[in-house]
């Protein structure tokens, strides 16, 4: 049976399972059509990418803004393939944009052996191909997107991590700060650039307001989904 293309969190925002629910994408619509993409999973999502949005009925002409979360190759890997079909540049923090733009991972914390034998390996499996980045974000900016994308600025995982809180549908896509893989959790630690520091930007996400957590790893939750993230960053010693 075909994997479903694509999960609708409100009407206008769907999650886009690109490899399974471990990796997701976004789409946001606006009211007159335009749309907005949120991540492009690994190298070979792109044109899954681009067939989930067929599915909703949209297409390449149809995309005016392509956002990033983070500079990881689970994020931006399929990126140059969408932006060459769209013919659009894309959106990422100014902190993670010349990651972006040279088709690298920023630097993983070194305090984990993990990190220290990539790194050691010359970071293979590390980099993609680069993305055009049209535009830098800054924390608090809020984008013109289908009533209003706000950019929270939450580094650690990388230098330039953010979540973008769509207001208007209530849909917090959270980035890699929290997966939600087989329950709530961290991300990866040897994967971030500073760990200590994703587990203390993580809070701003149980301090926002909204009813859907869309995750960039894992599925989503629609049942009181502040209340699940402030319940696990309360067991954690941060
Ligand atoms: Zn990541």
Redesign the pocket.
Known sequence: MAKQATVELAPGVWRIPLLGDFVNGFILRDDDGQVTLVDMGVKKSGPKVMAALASVGSGPSDVTRLLL??A?P??AGGAAHVAAVTGRDFAIHEDDASYAEAGQSPPRDQSFLMARLMARLGGSGNDYAAVTVGERLTDGQVLDVAGGLEVVHTPG??PG?VAYLHRSSGVLIT??SIFNVRGVRW?VRS?CTDFRLTQKTAHRLAELDYTTAAF?HGPHIADEPREAIRRFLARQKV
């Open positions: 979360t983070h990881h689970d994020h995982h990388s991590h980035g890699d991300p994967f960039t």
